[in-house]
């Protein structure tokens, strides 16, 4: 019941920034919480950020205070704001978004956008 779509990756030098951008449709409010997930080659996949419908966000070590993520309830988007970006957030990044409709839970996920920041 939800679809999510990823835009906004692509090349960049390190300590340059890139915005990513999540639309969301379907069932937009049984969605409780969403997040950025990043999983480069060889390695398991690892939450990067989340924020749920309250507001409340939580970040990985590995990105806080470089990354923000947001959301734009009257465009169905979320972002995630990357700045001074090292080689090691190269990855391919994936939004998500978890919820309820009626009595089934869900676990929507994008297909996936590429960012490669170079050293």
């Known amino acids: 019941q939800v679809q999510l779509v990823e835009s906004g990756g692509g090349l960049v030098q390190a300590g340059g920034s890139l915005r990513l951008s999540c639309a969301a449709s379907?069932?937009?409010?049984?969605?409780?919480?969403m997040g950025w997930y990043r999983q480069a080659p060889g390695k398991q996949r690892e939450l990067v950020a989340v924020v749920t419908r309250t507001g409340t966000t939580n970040y990985a070590d590995s990105v806080k205070g470089r990354f923000t993520i947001s959301r734009d309830n009257a465009k169905n988007r979320m972002y995630l704001q990357m700045n001074s970006l090292k080689p090691e957030d190269t990855a391919v990044y994936y939004c998500?978004?978890?919820?309820?409709?009626?009595?089934?839970?869900?676990?929507?996920w994008g297909q996936g956008t590429l960012v490669t920041v170079s050293a």
């Open positions: 379907g069932i937009i409010g049984s969605i409780n919480s």
């Open positions: 998500n978004a978890a919820g309820a409709w009626l009595t089934k839970s869900f676990d929507a």
